[in-house]
């Protein structure tokens, strides 16, 4: 774990305390790119980590702040993302795979973040959960599966979804948590992306089936 302040942060706003953490990529050239805009504060945005594609981590803000990272978004109904989470920013073009050092790494520093705040695995949430349209780190390249296994994140559905129901399909979103605005095709892009990456086309029961229940 390596120190390296950002002056981007600031006091988590209502007597907020972290309740989620929300996983981003970078999108940038390399870990060292990304430090420099974390930490500029003339760029107005942090994160509490990073962790690079060889697994090196670097705390940018103390857990206890808000950091700058979710930007505008909303969660279970819930506004002020960074006031309620924790940011963890992978070191990831979001074009190609998440190396193995950098997924062991974040393996071995979620459980702490999550025992310290008590997040469980539902709290743990990508940025396209939140800013839908928006944002679509950490991407389909993530490895969500992965996470769930070791207890980390919630896992999919495995059937028993029934027919393909849009207003199901909304309803049982909204009760995992997909409640910001948005239309039916962005609804299905967005809840794709986080739980069945490789889908296409319209609406069908493998999406209703990968929706894990509330």
Same mark, same amino acid.
């Given at each position: 774990?390596?120190? #390296?302040?950002?002056p981007?942060?600031?006091?988590?706003?209502?007597?907020l305390?972290?309740?989620?953490?929300? *996983?981003?990529?970078?999108?940038?050239?390399?870990? $060292?790119? +990304?430090?420099?805009r974390? #930490?500029?504060?003339?760029?107005?945005?942090?994160?509490?980590?990073?962790?690079?594609?060889?697994?090196?981590?670097?705390?940018?803000?103390?857990?206890?702040?808000?950091?700058?990272?979710?930007?505008?978004?909303?969660?279970?109904?819930? @506004? @002020?993302?960074?006031?309620?989470s924790?940011?963890?920013?992978?070191d990831?073009?979001? @074009?190609?795979? &998440?190396?193995?050092?950098?997924?062991?790494?974040?393996e =071995?520093?979620?459980?702490a973040?999550?025992?310290?705040?008590?997040?469980?695995?539902?709290?743990?949430i990508? $940025?396209?959960?939140v +800013? /839908?349209?928006r944002k679509?780190?950490p991407?389909?390249? &993530?490895?969500w599966?992965?996470?769930?296994?070791?207890?980390?994140?919630?896992?999919? =559905?495995?059937?028993?979804?029934g027919?393909?129901?849009?207003?199901?399909?909304?309803?049982?979103a909204?009760?995992l948590?997909?409640t910001?605005?948005?239309?039916?095709?962005? *609804?299905?892009?967005?809840?794709?992306?986080? &739980?069945?990456?490789?889908?296409?086309? /319209?609406? #069908?029961? +493998?999406?209703?089936?990968?929706l894990?229940?509330?």
């Amino acid at each position: 774990m390596r120190w #390296c302040p950002s002056p981007s942060f600031g006091a988590r706003r209502n007597g907020l305390k972290p309740s989620l953490i929300v *996983l981003h990529y970078t999108a940038m050239a390399d870990a $060292h790119a +990304a430090l420099d805009r974390l #930490c500029d504060g003339g760029a107005g945005v942090s994160a509490h980590y990073l962790i690079g594609s060889d697994g090196t981590i670097w705390q940018m803000v103390k857990e206890d702040a808000r950091a700058w990272h979710a930007g505008a978004g909303e969660w279970a109904g819930m @506004d @002020d993302i960074n006031s309620r989470s924790i940011g963890i920013e992978l070191d990831n073009r979001g @074009d190609h795979p &998440f190396s193995e050092p950098q997924m062991a790494a974040l393996e =071995g520093l979620m459980p702490a973040i999550m025992d310290r705040w008590g997040i469980g695995a539902r709290g743990v949430i990508g $940025h396209s959960d939140v +800013a /839908p349209g928006r944002k679509r780190d950490p991407g389909p390249r &993530f490895d969500w599966a992965r996470l769930a296994r070791r207890g980390l994140a919630r896992p999919a =559905g495995r059937g028993g979804g029934g027919a393909p129901d849009g207003a199901r399909l909304r309803a049982l979103a909204r009760a995992l948590g997909f409640t910001a605005d948005m239309d039916d095709a962005l *609804l299905l892009e967005t809840v794709r992306l986080r &739980f069945r990456p490789w889908g296409r086309g /319209p609406l #069908c029961g +493998a999406d209703m089936d990968a929706l894990p229940g509330p």
